[in-house]
């Protein structure tokens, strides 16, 4: 059985990498759940479609945020990396290299 988020045979990895696996296919499709709710959107000249497509979008917003948080709670050196780069004023190209520093010390 083939899916497109493994890159290695599937009963060969540990659930764990799984699950990892999973969790990101969820995070990409709702990205582009996100993406295709913006372009419809900056298109539709139906205020009462707007409101449905901007409220289902929201509901997109929380999906990638909880997929993110996931993630993040069973990869420390990527919350490290994010914790350094995320929700910070300035350069986010410096903070990103605060990020790797940071995720070098997990």
Known sequence: MGFDQYHEPPHELPAETRTFARMIASL???????NWYEQRLAVEPDAEARAIMAD??????????????????RTPKWRAA????????GSIVEHGEEGEKAEEGV
């Open 28 to 34: 990409t499709e709702e990205a582009e759940a996100i």
């Open 56 to 73: 289902a979008q929201a509901e997109e917003f929380k999906h990638f945020g909880m997929d993110l948080e996931f993630l993040l709670r």
């Open 82 to 89: 994010l914790e350094a780069i995320l929700f910070r004023e």
